[in-house]
């Protein structure tokens, strides 16, 4: 009976070291699989999301300031051309 619960002991202890050798087979083929989704994005010039992200926002800004920049060159034509015809009827009387 003694020799049952020995032969049970060390076949806990070797289950046991199994998993933790099987845990860490896993994580080393998870840092494989994430190094070769790397590398193969990088390959494919593909950019990571936060790069795309920063990128976006920096496009969003620019847009922004276009769009004021065109509303400040229409206001500035207008108002040319409104000193034009004001200047073009004095000269005209």
């Known amino acids: 009976m003694q020799s049952q619960n020995r ?3 060390d ?3 070797v289950a046991g070291g199994a998993l933790s050798a099987l845990g860490a087979l896993k994580q080393e083929i998870e840092g494989l699989v ?3 989704v790397d590398r193969f994005m990088a390959d494919a010039n593909y ?3 936060d790069e795309f992200e920063a990128v976006k926002a920096v496009a969003a800004a620019a847009r922004t300031a276009q769009e004021k920049l065109e509303a400040r060159v ?3 034509e207008a108002s040319a051309a409104g000193a034009k015809k004001k200047s073009g009827k004095s000269s005209k009387a």
Do not use: N
């Open 7 to 9: 032969i049970f002991d």
């Open 11 to 13: 076949f806990a202890k």
């Open 34 to 36: 994430r190094d070769r």
């Open 47 to 49: 950019v990571r999301r």
């Open 74 to 76: 229409a206001e500035l």
